[in-house]
């Protein structure tokens, strides 16, 4: 096992509260690791001079004292990491299968929607914050077919690729807090994962200066539970809640968000379309389109 992969299951077992080193030896055999005690603790030590674990030395009820290891902030931090890696994995192959069920399970009921929203409009913006993924891709493809349409763009943070054969699109670099267009430029916007803005606020107010009077904007936040964080059964919801968690950021829960949109819109709307809840939010005068 390499170091850098025991120190992540070391991270995981440790997460579950005070744990002896003779615990991670055990703990990693079972999960067929067989490693010598001895560079067990070399690893702990080194992790305790990372600030990712602290240790101290507790009384046994038999024998001399041993030492127990939890986790500090930074380990805190790190299993976040860990546990985001996992989340977006999961919801990666889950909006994979999900895209490709028959149409009338989901993408019947997601480009109605969607129609509502960018249909007829002249110039429309996809911003997003993850890596391209199925979902994306739908969402562009109708963008640039829609009728009645003569600009589309793709708002993306400069570290993600595009790797897209269309030709009617045009790719620039920002993100929620900086859409790099002018003000009042654009008449829909389609905003995914919009949970990942680091200033809510900032963002909202963003979104509203590039849209024109009449202009929309749908915030996708997959796997959001409809019922919010008063679910505490909802398995994306929970999901989503402990990658923020953990890694040290505030989580936005539904709430949180309508209520932003509603500080800066004239009118907001929540839909839900299997795992996928859609803030629609716009400015007067509300437009009905084609």
């Keep these: 096992m390499k170091k850098r992969e025991l120190k992540r299951s070391i991270i995981r077992i440790v997460s ?12 990693l055999a079972a999960q067929g690791e067989k490693l010598q005690l001895s560079y067990i603790y070399k690893t702990l030590k080194e992790m305790c001079n990372e600030k990712l674990l602290q240790s101290e030395l507790r009384e046994g009820d ?24 996992a989340t977006e994995l999961i919801h990666d192959y889950y909006e994979e299968y999900v895209a490709g069920l028959p149409p009338a399970f989901f993408s019947e009921k997601f480009e109605m929607m969607m129609r509502e929203v960018y249909g007829g409009r002249k110039n429309v913006a996809l ?109 994306g919801e929970f999901m989503k809640k402990a990658k923020y968690t953990l890694s040290g950021r505030p989580y936005l829960d539904r709430e949180t968000v309508r209520k932003a949109l509603a500080k800066t819109f004239d009118y907001v709307d929540i839909a839900n379309i299997a795992f996928m809840t859609a803030f629609v939010a716009g400015l007067k005068p509300i437009k009905l389109v084609a």
């Design 16 to 27: 579950g509260g005070d744990t002896y080193g003779y615990e991670i030896k055990k703990r």
């Design 62 to 85: 038999q024998g001399p004292p041993r030492r127990q290891y939890h986790l500090t902030p930074g380990g805190e931090q790190a299993l976040g990491v860990i546990f985001g890696e």
């Design 127 to 235: 911003v997003i914050s993850e890596p391209l993924t199925r979902l994306h891709r739908l969402i562009l493809d109708k963008l640039c077919t829609r009728s009645g349409g003569e600009r589309t763009y793709l708002i993306k943070p400069p570290h993600i690729k595009a790797d897209l054969d269309l030709t009617d699109l045009t790719v620039l670099d920002g993100g929620f807090e900086d859409i790099p267009m002018k003000d009042k430029s654009l008449d829909a916007i389609v905003a995914v994962d919009v949970q990942d803005s680091e200033n809510l606020e900032a963002s909202c107010k963003e979104f509203r200066r590039v849209l024109r009077n009449g202009g929309i904007l749908v915030g996708c936040t997959p796997f959001m539970g409809l019922g919010g964080a008063n679910d505490p059964l909802d398995v």
